[in-house]
């Protein structure tokens, strides 16, 4: 055995918008083994429940993350719905779910982007956030807010997207996937891309499955698990085609996000057809009593969400175990024996999500 | 090209590695030709929709400080007053969420769509009722 180093990596690191801390124990430049510590951004929003009205805590869940804001809010309010017993409307399902899946576009066309910063690429990159700013100029025009949408409340959403603005959404949307097939192009095709990302922190489908790896990580290594196949929202009606890739590399990582990305679009375009007319909202009385939990697909795996009330205003008890916390532990099983070049690459493979991680 | 990927391991030959650098000459050659995509805000206008939510604003002349929106509000960022008739806003505590527009009974707030300019210090602004 060779004399054994033991590196920090974060919390503070050029490639990660977020702080996270690796001990990375080094033989030579060769990764032994990966130490985490989390817990600098904790803000104890779980707790906040007890102080905030349950129909007031929905900007809160908002707030969890930047990314996946909108699917944060949704699945608070399909627990709390569950719990209250509410069915909303239909239009305001298709709605929702039409953010949602705009909400992955936006969240894989970030990704894309950060990962071609990580590797140096940095034309990929400003052109992927430049797609991604029309993504935001879209939530922009229905929502009202660009990153925090405030659209989502229990019961139903507060926009609706009239026949006039869907044609503009749509034509924006459009555009989007023009964009991206030239993207897309060059992340399937450029040598330098392929040459640094193919056969690197491998993921065998045994190793995905025992340390329960979610979202894209886990569809990479073959696993076809996605959550939105249980039809929660939409999904029932729109039939999700699940993306997954074989050889659990980075490549095949970011080959799921991106054939994700069309799946998105796809499902975004054959929600805005076949949407049903009708109202948004339904009118919510008494308070929540009893416990439930939502199950809902974020672009970067599973999220869960469980709510218990108590027939007061303020619930009792509210969790959200986010897909970054449980993609963890196959995130430290890619990095060992991974060169301490790679490790960066390897961190954004899983798309990690901190702010979600620690609440 | 149109939709295609193709996933794995990179060709080898010179030539197929040379023809492998091609797929993002396109965009970098339109991208000459171009205009930049970003916009020179503030300097020119951000098209914006109507239904944007920038910032909060009140017709203080109709509200009769019930308090409704001071109670709705996630963040406690407004206060009224009904004996000095005035409804204050903090907007640096303001999340622009456009809960108090909806419960306001009187309908005299409005969302509207500008941001208000950046500032350093907390600012508070006071709408007082005349009449
Ligand atoms: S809810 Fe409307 S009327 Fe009542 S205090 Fe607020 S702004 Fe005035
Ligand atoms: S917009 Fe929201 S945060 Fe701002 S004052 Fe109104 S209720 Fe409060």
Not at chain 1, 217 to 239: C, E, N, P, Q
Not at chain 1, 255 to 263: A, K, Q, T
Not at chain 2, 25 to 48: D, G, H, N, W
């Amino acid at each position: 055995m060779g004399k054994r180093t033991v590196m920090p990596f974060g919390p503070q690191h050029p490639v990660l918008p977020e702080p996270i801390h690796l001990d990375l124990v080094l033989e030579d430049e060769i990764v032994k083994e990966a130490v985490p510590s989390i817990g600098f951004v904790h803000r104890g929003l779980e707790k906040l429940v007890e102080k905030k009205d349950f129909m007031e805590y929905v900007y809160v869940a908002e707030r969890i993350c930047g990314i996946c804001s909108f699917m944060h809010g949704m699945g608070y309010c399909m627990a709390v719905e569950q719990v209250m017993g509410i069915e909303v409307p239909k239009r305001a399902v298709f709605l929702r779910t039409v953010w949602a899946e705009l909400s992955r576009v936006h969240s894989h066309l970030l990704w894309m982007g950060l990962m071609a910063d990580a590797i140096g690429f940095e034309s990929l990159f400003m052109h992927s956030w430049r797609l991604r700013e029309y993504v935001l100029d879209m939530f922009d025009m229905t929502t009202g807010g660009r990153v925090i949408f405030s659209a989502c409340k229990i019961g139903g959403v507060r926009r609706d997207i009239d026949a006039e603005k869907m044609k503009r959404f749509l034509d924006a949307l459009g555009k989007v996937e023009d964009g991206l097939h030239e993207i897309a192009g060059t992340f399937a095709a450029d040598h330098s891309i392929s040459h640094r990302l193919t056969g690197l922190g491998v993921l065998t489908k045994a190793e995905a499955e025992d340390l329960g790896a979610l979202g894209p990580v886990a569809r990479a290594s073959g696993i076809g698990f996605d959550a939105r196949t249980h039809g929660y929202a939409a999904y029932g009606d729109l039939k999700v085609n699940v993306q997954t890739e074989q050889s659990g590399d980075c490549m095949a990582r970011a080959s799921v996000r991106i054939r994700e990305l069309y799946e998105a679009i796809r499902l975004i375009r054959l929600c805005a057809e076949i949407m049903p007319d009708g109202p948004t909202e339904t009118k919510v009385t008494g308070n929540p009593n009893g416990e439930s939990f939502a199950r809902l697909e974020q672009p970067r795996g599973e999220v869960l969400y469980y709510v218990k009330g108590g027939g007061g205003k303020f619930l009792e008890r509210m969790r959200c175990r986010t897909p970054t916390f449980a993609n963890l532990p196959a995130l430290l099983e890619m990095l060992k024996g991974a060169e301490l070049a790679d490790v960066p690459v390897l961190i954004l493979t899983i798309d990690p999500c901190i702010s979600c991680t620690e609440r | 090209m149109k939709g295609a990927f193709v996933p794995g391991c990179g060709p080898d030959t010179a030539r197929a590695k040379f023809m492998a650098y091609l797929p993002f000459l396109k965009p970098v050659i339109k991208s000459f030709f171009k205009k930049p995509a970003t916009q020179s805000y503030p300097f020119a206008p951000m098209p914006k929709d109507d239904l944007v939510r920038g910032h909060v604003e009140i017709d203080a002349e109709s509200c009769i400080f019930c308090g409704i929106c001071a109670r709705k509000c996630p963040t406690a960022a407004i206060a009224t007053d009904k004996n000095e008739k005035s409804w204050t806003i903090s907007r640096f505590a303001c999340i622009v969420c456009s809960a108090c527009c909806e419960a306001c009974p009187k309908k005299c707030l409005f969302m509207k769509k500008e941001l208000t300019p950046a500032s350093e210090v907390k600012t508070v602004d006071v709408a007082i009722k005349n009449a």
